[in-house]
């Protein structure tokens, strides 16, 4: 074993090993829709240095960055989860990540696409106290849960009693209620 360990280590291989698990942990990739209304392209949510996130969106040749928080804005570690919907009916697809802000106080923060760019705003907020984030067993998702045309969501949450149950936050076009 020993063995092949240097000699993983003498051609690289370990190396590129470390480097993709590294680039992993720093992105959340495969969000997939149609951003700027037209056809179905990639995003990706990306750390870029300390406590700052970029989104961008893969055009086919290229990444093109169409969001970026300030530094000391947004701390990569605290998105939970994400997922693509169109939150505002306006036929553009938009990105909605669940937050962690600590102290048991969670929000959506959601990206609305206007077809070049994002716009960023806090749609809900738990509040402190009020909803553990290590209590989320999976991830959010988009659904039309109620038909009205805007995609709400549904996150799945284990209660302190055992019982598992998907809350679904609705969206008015503008925020989520519950």
């Not at 240097?6 to 997939?32: D, H, K, M, N, P």
Request: hydrophobic fraction near 35%; glycine fraction near 10%; charged fraction near 20%.
């Amino acid at each position: 074993m020993k063995i092949l360990m240097r000699f993983l280590i003498s051609i690289g291989v370990v190396a590129t090993v470390f480097s993709s698990i590294e680039v992993a942990y720093s992105q959340v990739s495969g969000l997939r829709g149609k951003f700027d209304g037209k056809q179905t392209q990639e995003a990706r949510i990306r750390e870029v240095g300390s406590l700052a996130v970029a989104v961008e969106i893969y055009d086919g040749r290229t990444w093109q960055q169409w969001y970026a928080t300030r530094r000391g804005d947004t701390n990569f570690s605290r998105i939970i989860s994400c997922t693509v919907g169109d939150f505002n009916a306006d036929q553009k697809s938009d990105i909605a990540c669940l937050y962690d802000y600590g102290n048991f106080d969670v929000g959506m923060w959601v990206l609305t696409s206007d077809g070049k760019n994002f716009n960023s705003s806090i749609w809900w907020r738990s509040g402190k106290g009020n909803l553990n984030p290590n209590s989320v067993v999976g991830k959010i998702e988009s659904i039309d849960n109620n038909n009205d045309g805007l995609s709400d969501l549904k996150m799945p949450y284990l209660y302190p009693n055992g019982i598992r149950q998907d809350i679904v936050f609705y969206s008015d076009g503008n925020k989520f209620y519950r």
